[in-house]
């Protein structure tokens, strides 16, 4: 079995400022890791992935997380903030079983940017 | 972006009445899959396919019924749609030798 849970539902940083979405999984095998990213009334789109080769794994838009197996985490960061992050970004796991890999979903962070 | 299509991208029915999204890929990828988007959550999988008729069921798969006759296609069907089933859905594929998957727009569908 596995589970994702990100542990804000909703956060609010300043232009310029840090962003810090918080994520912990729950998995019975190695888990491949990822954070998609989706703007209003879009479909959803990869920021990054962990697949066991490096903890720390660079993304798309400066967007950063580090893996850490002790802490059952994937965080996702960004040094400073734009006003086009303003979206929902989701946490995910996945096993990849014979059949076809299953992603499971956290519920979601809403992120608002203010100027 | 990966070439996946989904049609219709608005549908609004009535309860009790039959509905089918369409997903289409050009990728020639094995793995679709369709999902529900709900508010607070995130995308639950609701059936997924590993090759050509063969089919699988996810986490939220009462009510619904899916089809693959061609690498390119895979059919949701409501078979008799009801108010719960106003959501979101997505389609989303994989190649299988690496597990990322790509989503398509999504179908905003809404059950009166």
């Known amino acids: 079995a596995q589970s994702v849970t990100q542990l804000d539902s909703h956060v609010s940083v300043s232009e310029g400022t840090p962003v810090l979405l918080r994520c912990n999984y729950s998995s019975s095998y190695s888990p491949s890791l990822f954070w998609y990213v989706q703007h209003p009334n879009k479909g959803l789109q990869l920021l990054l992935k962990y697949t066991s080769a490096a903890t720390l794994v660079k993304g798309i838009n400066g967007f950063e997380a580090e893996f850490k197996k002790s802490e059952t985490s994937f965080h996702l960061t960004k040094p400073s903030a734009h006003m086009s992050d303003a979206a929902e970004y989701f946490c995910?796991?996945?096993?990849?079983?014979?059949?076809?890999?299953?992603?499971?979903f956290g519920g979601g962070t809403r992120v608002l940017v203010k100027p | 972006d990966a070439g996946i299509t989904q049609s219709p991208r608005h549908k609004v029915t009535e309860t009790g009445t039959p509905v089918t999204l369409r997903c289409h890929q050009t990728e020639n990828h094995r793995y679709m899959y369709w999902y529900r988007q709900d508010p607070g959550h995130g995308l639950r999988l609701i059936h997924y396919?590993?090759?050509?008729?063969?089919?699988d069921k996810g986490e939220v798969s009462d009510g619904y019924s899916v089809s693959r006759s061609k690498t390119e296609d895979f059919l949701l069907t409501l078979e008799s749609a009801t108010s719960s089933q106003t959501s979101v859905y997505f389609c989303?594929?994989?190649?299988?030798?690496?597990?990322?998957?790509?989503f398509g727009p999504g179908t905003r569908l809404t059950v009166l």
């Open positions: 989303a594929i994989s190649e299988g030798t690496s597990n990322e998957q790509f």
């Open positions: 396919s590993y090759g050509v008729k063969d089919t």
């Open positions: 995910v796991v996945s096993s990849l079983k014979a059949a076809g890999n299953k992603l499971t």
